[in-house]
């Protein structure tokens, strides 16, 4: 049972740099999400997704895109890092009619 | 827009005494409510929900909560705290079908006293 599976667990990026944090389940679950998670901030929701092929924004989509090819991956993808985006970053998915999330064990980037 | 306000960032507690995590919502449709648990450098793991039917919830480890719909509010509590409990807890609340995009509160950090 891995649930959702999150890597890397740890990155530092230079300003200006792109990379790609990867989110996998197999739990066949159709919703997915990814947060950032800051200080005193709770988790704010930056994308997300009820499907493969359908994704929208959330509060702090600015600087991320995501896509979902597949039920079971949903990548996010910094575009050009920023030392604002430092933060811990958990991926997150739940099943359509069974409410509530099951979280990724999170990936902390940092940003320089 | 639905959001979340958790009342104290941080709430200290000595072992045995009742535990109070407050939160309250607001939402303009009947809202999903939850409760998370966050122990250090790991994820979040659903504690208890609240969706349709029974206003006082049932959870993990002791924990219960109720829906209160006049108050707008959705308070955590447990009888007695062991060291354990100590974590931070996000309440969260969802609209709409599906328990997708689900808005968190800032969190509660859980100190237990010996």
């Known amino acids: 049972n891995a649930g959702v599976t999150q890597t890397p667990k740890f990155q530092v990026l230079k300003t200006g740099q792109s990379m790609t944090l990867q989110c996998a389940q197999d739990?066949?679950?159709?919703?997915m999400s990814w947060y950032r998670q800051d200080p005193g901030m709770g988790l704010r929701l930056i994308h997300y997704?009820?499907?493969?092929?359908?994704?929208d924004q959330g509060e702090v989509p600015n600087g991320y895109n995501v896509s979902r090819s597949t039920t079971e991956d949903f990548p996010l993808r910094l575009l050009s890092a920023a030392p604002s985006q430092t933060s811990v970053y958990f991926c997150?998915?739940?099943?359509?009619?069974?409410?509530?999330?099951?979280f990724g064990s999170g990936t902390r980037l940092t940003v320089v | 827009a639905q959001s979340v306000t958790q009342l104290g960032s941080h709430v200290s507690v000595s072992e045995g005494a009742l535990v109070l995590l407050r939160c309250n919502y607001s939402s303009s449709v009947p809202p999903y409510l939850f409760w998370y648990v966050q122990y250090p450098n790991q994820g979040l793991q659903l504690l208890l929900k609240y969706t349709t039917g029974a206003t006082l919830v049932k959870g993990i480890n002791g924990f219960e909560a109720e829906f209160k719909k006049s108050e707008t509010s959705f308070h955590l509590t447990k009888p007695s705290a062991h060291m354990s409990d100590a974590a931070e807890y996000f309440c969260a609340v969802t609209v709409g079908t599906g328990g997708f995009k689900t808005i968190f509160g800032a969190g509660t950090r859980l100190f237990v006293k010996a």
């Open positions: 739990m066949n679950h159709e919703y």
């Open positions: 997150a998915s739940s099943s359509r009619g069974n409410y509530g999330y099951t």
């Open positions: 997704s009820v499907g493969a092929g359908i994704t």
